[in-house]
């Protein structure tokens, strides 16, 4: 049995900044791949950030890259994505999620109720 449990998440003014945490629980999450997806309201799941299991490689999705960052803490269980320079079009549910590969976009696990981020002008 695999727990995500996304937290974290708010309004924020645009040009603003939150970090987000994933819990992951039932899984030996150390050695896992871990992603952030997002789906926008009517709009369709989508890849945010990935990180290799020991932390060494990252990837971004282009319409993050330079303001998002990606990380883990291991020995938390925790995976997280700091959000630096939200925009208006950053407003969605992010959820995270274990992936085969860092360009492997492929979720492994029942997705989580996600937390809600909202940016306001």
């Known amino acids: 049995q695999v727990q995500l449990v996304e937290s974290g998440g708010g309004l924020v003014q645009a040009g603003g900044s939150l970090r987000l945490s994933c819990a992951v629980s039932?899984?030996?999450?150390?050695?896992?791949?871990m992603a952030w997806f997002r789906q926008p309201p009517g709009q369709e799941r989508e890849f945010v950030a990935s990180?290799?299991?020991?932390?060494?490689?990252?990837g971004y999705a282009d319409f993050v890259k330079g303001r998002f960052s990606i990380s883990r803490d291991n020995a938390k269980n925790t995976v997280y994505l700091q959000m630096n320079s939200l925009k208006l079009q950053d407003t969605a549910v992010y959820y995270c999620?274990?992936?085969?590969?860092?360009?492997?976009?492929?979720?492994?696990?029942?997705w989580g109720q996600g937390t809600q981020v909202t940016v306001y002008s």
């Open positions: 990180i290799s299991w020991a932390g060494g490689r990252t």
């Open positions: 039932g899984r030996t999450f150390r050695t896992t791949n």
């Open positions: 999620n274990a992936v085969r590969g860092i360009n492997d976009y492929d979720p492994l696990d029942t």
